[in-house]
């Protein structure tokens, strides 16, 4: 079966841009998690869906938002785009919302210049 | 809040060495606890869990034990190979409403020949 699938796998914005990141769970899994992954740090926690409702919300502001449609996949978007938004961005899925092991994705790298 | 900490790196071994990598966390009740490891260019792939007390979690020679008292979740294996060069993170999850994972800052580690 096919892992987390993430696109595109490189993006590359200039400041004040806005920008859409793409996730597909595994197949089966009804949650999807979003981190920011900084150069150097482990990842943060942005959003996590289930059932196409937020279930969880990081420190992050409201530039950032997210959904996930019927087919369980996800997309982040990040408006008014900072060179500090520069970072790997992960996503990660689940069978359920709570106590379950997350499966990473590869990741999509943003650079903003 | 919830936190963890782990030894910072980067830890430098010579193939067939013994591996210690320190994880210390702080969190309320009962979290669950993993360690991921990133190779370069990648995502993060699970590397093992364990979710409750005493509890140990093994995979490909690593292994790690959950100790309440300490509060620790040391990574350890007896005989590092080159291809385990990578970046490893500690993290907990809460169980709750939603299964977000907080993450050490992560630790390199480098193996030659």
């Known amino acids: 079966d096919a892992g987390v699938t993430q696109s595109p796998t490189h993006l590359i914005k200039t400041r004040g841009q806005q920008v859409t990141l793409r996730c597909s769970p595994i197949s089966g899994h009804k949650s999807v998690s979003w981190y920011q992954q900084v150069l150097g740090q482990g990842p943060q926690f942005i959003f996590q869906?289930?059932?196409?409702?937020?279930?969880g919300r990081g420190n992050f502001p409201d530039r950032f938002s997210a959904r996930q449609f019927p087919n369980y996949s996800s997309e982040l978007n990040v408006n008014a785009l900072l060179l500090g938004d520069s970072a790997l961005y992960l996503c990660?899925?689940?069978?359920?919302?709570?106590?379950?092991?997350?499966?990473f994705g590869p990741g999509t790298r943003l650079t903003v210049l | 809040g919830n936190s963890v900490t782990q030894m910072e790196g980067p830890v430098t071994l010579s193939e067939e060495a013994f591996l210690t990598i320190n994880c210390t966390y702080t969190a309320t009740g009962y979290p669950s606890l993993f360690w991921y490891v990133q190779y370069p260019g990648e995502g993060l792939q699970l590397l093992l869990k364990a979710t409750k007390a005493d509890d140990k979690g093994s995979n490909k020679g690593f292994e790690a034990t959950y100790r309440k008292e300490t509060t620790s979740f040391h990574l350890e294996k007896g005989s590092v190979q080159v291809s385990d060069s990578a970046v490893y993170f500690c993290?907990?999850?809460?169980?709750?409403?939603?299964?977000?994972?907080?993450f050490g800052t992560g630790t390199r580690l480098q193996v030659t020949l």
């Open positions: 869906y289930y059932e196409k409702e937020e279930r």
């Open positions: 993290a907990l999850s809460r169980t709750g409403t939603a299964s977000k994972l907080t």
């Open positions: 990660a899925s689940s069978l359920v919302a709570a106590g379950d092991t997350q499966y």
